[in-house]
């Protein structure tokens, strides 16, 4: 079970869903002014910025990073004025048994996933969950281009979003809340954090895909007190979602 850090509790339910969606939302604004002053300086415009972006995947890469670097520094500002650190969310030594918790764990999300799956199309048959979830890359990327592609979907979002999400929201809530809750809500932002736009509407197919997703996180943070199961599921997933999306399997053809 999840060891309770005391200093934590000096936050209540309310400021740490606050506190999360503020970082959430102002990691992104500041890059984005960022990215747009350097585009501004680059071509004397700024309404290029959205074009230099997705044109190019060193520099989506580039802006990526740029908000998982100001997410995690506004999220160590916070946890610093409380006197804790990145191991009080869960970033702890890697043990053997972590691995083990990680495999099982991803089986467990496949499982449910498909009964979610399931249990949508029979709950609400008219929702399409044929949508495609827009990556920020093209699926025709190739050669050394799939590089940044795969620290950007592999590497970056499992690590950054599992200390945001599942250290400090899921970790904060528990102090105060049931497991349960606590899991619950915790997935609830976090699916809705996904839940982007299609061409056809809202995206349910990710926000049902993230929200059994989170709630095996939080179990795995919950039982094992650390970050590193959860951050090796969330990997996992992603790595076989880009395995498929960018046909790896033709290079060992």
Known sequence: MQEN??????YNPFAIVALTISIYFAAQIVAALIFSLVARIIFKNGDHTLSWVQDNVWITFGFIL????I???LLFIFIKLKNQNFKTLGINSLKLKYIGYALGGFGMYFLLYLAGIAAAKVLVPGLNLDQKQEIGFETTTRGLSLV?????LVVLPPITEEIVARGFLFGGLR?????????IITSIL?????????SDGLLWVAAIDTFILSLVLCYLREKTGSLWPSIGV??????LAFMILFDIV????
């Open 71 to 73: 997410t995690l520094y």
């Open 175 to 183: 102090t105060k809340l049931p497991f349960v809750v606590s899991a």
């Open 250 to 253: 033709q290079y060992f053809r």
């Open 190 to 198: 976090f699916a809705a954090a996904h839940l982007g736009a299609a």
């Open 234 to 239: 969330h990997a996992l997933k992603n790595f």
């Open 66 to 69: 740029l908000v998982e670097a």
């Open 5 to 10: 850090n005391s200093q934590t509790k000096n």
């Open 148 to 152: 940044p592609v795969f620290f950007s």
